[in-house]
């Protein structure tokens, strides 16, 4: 990797790991100053490694200056505090204590600790995947902006209103006790899995895959399965859904950046090696008497790897989509449900059914429809796929509905 790699390549993975810790050390409080020092660290690797060449260890070199600017913060703090009120005596050394420990222990925990106080209810989902790109992932607000479809000065308005409100309800940076897990990991799952469906779904600079969105999300949660407090069977069947649908990522989208529709994918492009984690870590999460939606959605994932397309393939998927609209309604899974069954029951009795849906402002909607009257009545399959091609947000979008009303 050369130099001009070698930086930003860095920043990616180490920038998380330095704010996580001094995150938790310095607390919700100063916040700010955690990534400052974090930013200045590498600002300083920038101009150092320019004239004098990187390091042998680099990471170990990020570390090393971060701990010094963190300690001369510290200091900074405790000779301040001992000139304003000398006539406080603390009772233990450690509250003043100035060792960072950048152990690979220490990190591990400080980020998953960072990751159940960002993704506290008491700020929205927007603002819960923001902080989590920028602190957990190491995004700049430039690709955080990008993956939103908003501008820096948005994103960063956003940020620090949420840092603001954890500060005001004085979130802790640590893990929930026992009792809480469950309740909060829910929380947790859910920013995941949305920052996972920003990647899978991106359409930012008319990418139809942001696959290190969808990489960071996976990350992420094969953090909480080794953490024996938080290997829980749904945060298994949320990693099982995501190897199944990075499966397919190489078969998602051609050459020219397009998107490939379901039934034209080059299966020999799955990747066989995720299909079967995803595998295993769907039995991992069959413990346990607590249907979660990620269960169904991984069971519906495995079946759309099966390249036969059979009935009882269909079917399944069918059924599944049943139950899951039972467990949680929502129109996306309305949809795929329409979908299987076409393939199931036939194009006629999915039509009746996908026009109750009524998604005026779907795109996927109207070109599900495109697809169902396609063979059927073609005038009103190009009429949707018109309609697709209209409000499609990104330009692999248009281009697949184009093909669409080309070939018709």
């Known amino acids: 990797m050369n130099q001009q790699e070698l930086i930003p390549h860095l920043f990616r993975t180490e920038y998380r790991k330095i704010v996580a810790v001094l995150c938790k050390r310095f607390g919700f409080d100063q916040i700010e100053i955690a990534e400052d020092i974090a930013s200045e660290t590498f600002l300083n690797a920038t101009q150092t490694w320019s004239f004098n060449g990187p390091p042998p260890n680099p990471a170990a070199w990020l570390y090393s200056v971060a701990k010094n600017k963190a300690k001369n913060h510290l200091q900074r703090n405790t000779t301040f505090e001992a000139k304003v009120a000398p006539e406080i005596i603390y009772a233990t050394d450690t509250l003043h204590e100035n060792e960072i420990d950048l152990s690979p222990k220490n990190i591990t925990d400080s980020q998953l600790q960072m990751m159940f106080a960002i993704c506290n209810p008491v700020i929205s989902p927007e603002a819960q995947i923001g902080l989590s790109l920028r602190i957990l992932c190491g995004f700049g607000i430039d690709e955080i902006a990008e993956a939103f479809l908003s501008n820096k000065e948005t994103i960063n308005k956003r940020l620090y209103r949420a840092r603001e409100k954890l500060r005001e309800q004085k979130i802790k940076i640590e893990i929930p006790n026992a009792a ?53 069977p749904q945060v298994n069947a949320l990693f099982s859904l995501m190897c199944f649908h990075s499966s397919r990522f190489e078969a998602r989208v051609d050459k020219n950046g397009e998107l490939v529709l379901y039934d034209e994918q080059d299966t020999g492009l799955w990747n066989a090696e995720l299909i079967s984690q995803g595998g295993y870590f769907l039995k991992r999460a069959a413990s346990g008497d607590r249907l979660s939606k990620y269960h169904l959605e991984a069971s519906i994932a495995y079946w759309n790897t099966q390249k036969a397309d059979t009935v009882e393939k269909w079917e399944n998927i069918l059924q599944l989509y049943n139950r899951l609209l039972q467990i949680q309604y929502s129109p996306v899974a309305a949809l795929n449900r329409t979908f299987a069954l076409s393939k199931a029951n036939g194009k006629e009795e999915a039509i009746i059914e996908a026009e109750k849906l009524n998604l005026g402002d779907n795109q996927f909607y109207f070109a599900l429809l495109g697809e169902l009257y396609t063979g059927i009545d073609n005038e009103k399959a190009i009429r949707h796929f018109k309609k697709a091609f209209s409000i499609a947000k990104s330009n692999a979008d248009k281009q697949a509905m184009q093909k669409k009303m080309d070939q018709l």
Not at 181 to 207: A, C, H, K, P
Not at 209 to 230: H, V, Y
Request: hydrophobic share 35%; charged share 25%.
């Open 180 to 232: 809480e897990i469950d309740e909060r990991l829910d929380t947790v799952l859910t920013t995941i899995y949305l920052l996972f469906s920003e990647g899978y779904y991106s359409v930012s600079q008319n990418q139809t895959l942001r696959k290190d969105l969808c990489l960071e999300a996976m990350r992420l949660c094969n953090m909480l399965i080794e953490n024996t407090s938080t290997d829980k």
